[in-house]
C-alpha cells in the first residue's frame, strides 16, 4: 500500500494531466467504460508504487490524467446549436410582446396568429398557443391566447392552426388575460386573409 501522502499526490497528478490534456469537458461526458478504465489505471498505479513515494504518484496520476480522453464524444442525437433559416414568423408572441408594451395598440383590433389548438373543457376556454421552455421540458408553459370563436370549431387538440380575431381582454381569477373573440379558426395550412 502507498501513503497518504502519495495518493494525494497522485490526485493531484490525475487533475493536473486532465488539465493539461484539456479533458475536462470530455471527462464530464466520457462514456462509463472510458471512465472506468481510467480510473483502474490510476488505481493500480498508486497501489503498485512503494510506501512513500510520492513523486511516483504525481508522475502515475498524470500519465492517468494525460489518459482521458480531449474530445467530447459525438451527440447520439442531433443538436441544434443555431436559429433556423427558414425559420417562419412568429405572429403569436409578436402579439403578446405587442400587448405587454402597448395593449391600446392590439385592443379591439382584428388580428391573426398561429398556434396550436385546445378546446374548451368545463372550466376553461378553447386557446390557441406556443409551448416556451427556459431550460427544460419540465418547465415548459403554453403562452398563447383564450379564443371565443363565432362558430363551432371541430378541430381535434394539438392540431397546429391559425386563429382571427378580435383582441379583448378580460380578469380571471385575479390575472389578465387576452382573448381572441369572434374567432375564425383555421388549419394552419389553410392560410388566412385579413392578417395583421
Aim: one cysteine or more; proline letters at 5%.
Amino acid at each position: 500500500m502507498c501513503s497518504v501522502e502519495a495518493r494525494l499526490a497522485g490526485l493531484v497528478g490525475l487533475i493536473a494531466g486532465a488539465i493539461g490534456h484539456h479533458s475536462m469537458e470530455a471527462l464530464v461526458r466520457a462514456p462509463a467504460p472510458v471512465m472506468i478504465a481510467t480510473a483502474a489505471i490510476f488505481a493500480v498505479a498508486l497501489f503498485k508504487s512503494r510506501s512513500g513515494s510520492v513523486p511516483a504518484g504525481l508522475i502515475a496520476g498524470v500519465i492517468a490524467g494525460c489518459t482521458l480522453p480531449g474530445n467530447a464524444p459525438a451527440s447520439w442525437q442531433t443538436v441544434i446549436t443555431h436559429a433556423t433559416l427558414h425559420s417562419a414568423r412568429n405572429d403569436l408572441f409578436d402579439a403578446l410582446d405587442t400587448l405587454d408594451a402597448q395593449p391600446g395598440a392590439l385592443l379591439g383590433r382584428h388580428i391573426w396568429v398561429t398556434g396550436v389548438w385546445r378546446p374548451p373543457d368545463r372550466e376553461n376556454l378553447a386557446t390557441v398557443s406556443q409551448r416556451v421552455m427556459a431550460c427544460c421540458a419540465a418547465d415548459a408553459v403554453d403562452i398563447g391566447f383564450d379564443v371565443v370563436p363565432a362558430r363551432i370549431v371541430a378541430v381535434p387538440a394539438g392540431t397546429r392552426v391559425r386563429v382571427g380575431g378580435i383582441v379583448n381582454e378580460m380578469l380571471r381569477q385575479g390575472e389578465t388575460r387576452y382573448v381572441l373573440r369572434d374567432a375564425v379558426v383555421k388549419g394552419s395550412n389553410e392560410g388566412s386573409s385579413g392578417e395583421r
